[in-house]
T-cell receptor
């Protein structure tokens, strides 16, 4: 079946440091890929997405590029802030169809990575 | 816009009792609602998908009689954990989406922490 694997956390950084959170996926077909962020006490929010190979999603200084050849969608930010402290989830879905167990509209999530940024 | 609320945010109950969790879309009509379960340091696992006015579709391994889902209106879905036991203790999260064509963005509630004593 389809799956998403994220780098183990927690990740602890100083403010203005460079961030990378690795995400790789296994899927039959060509999924759409997402990064969600969950701030303390809040629900998951869509951070960015990419729907096809070589697409780059970006938002709030975060970026991720859909790499079909390496089945990866790593999240990066050049300079993190304390306010970026949160849990980050990588996810995939299939738009308009199904494959490998992840059906239309359903999200398959990675295990989440806790990021803590210190001043 | 696209706010989803859950109530309660936290509940503690005795083993054998039933607990109801509400999920509401506050500013849109949700054609589909999803219920997830999240264990500590683990991913969100989809439990079921529900469309307004029809029966929920449960994922493999999820007991329908244990986790009752009702999607009575376009803004409300409820999850009832029946005869709860300590192993049901978890973080339950709902999400809601609207539209029927292709993938539609899911908007997530803040979650409900269930503790069964």
């Amino acid at each position: 079946g389809d799956s998403v694997t994220q780098m183990e956390g927690p990740v602890t950084l100083s403010e203005e440091a460079f961030l990378t959170i690795n995400c790789t996926y296994t899927a039959t077909g060509y999924p759409s890929l997402f990064w969600y962020v969950q701030y303390p006490g809040e629900g998951l929010q869509l951070l960015l997405k990419a729907t096809k190979a070589d697409d780059k999603g970006s938002n709030k200084g975060f970026e991720a590029t859909y790499r079909k050849e390496t089945t990866s969608f790593h999240l990066e930010k050049g300079s993190v802030q304390v306010s970026d402290s949160a849990v980050y989830f990588c996810a995939l879905t299939f738009e308009g169809g199904s494959a490998g167990g992840t059906s239309y509209g359903k999200l398959t999530f990675g295990q989440g990575t806790i990021l803590t940024v210190h001043p | 816009g696209a706010v989803v609320s859950q109530h309660p945010s936290r509940v503690i109950c005795k083993s054998g009792t039933s607990v109801k969790i509400e999920c509401r879309s506050l500013d849109f009509q949700a054609t589909t609602m999803f219920w997830y379960r999240q264990f500590p340091k683990q991913s969100l696992m989809l439990m079921a998908t529900s469309n307004e006015g029809s029966k929920a579709t449960y994922e493999q391994g999820v007991e329908k009689d244990k986790f009752l889902i009702n999607h009575a209106s376009l803004t409300l879905s409820t999850l009832t954990v029946t005869s709860a036991h300590p192993e049901d203790s978890s973080f339950y999260i709902c999400s809601a989406s609207y539209g029927h064509l292709g993938y539609n963005e899911q908007f997530f509630g803040p979650g409900t922490r269930l503790t069964v004593l």
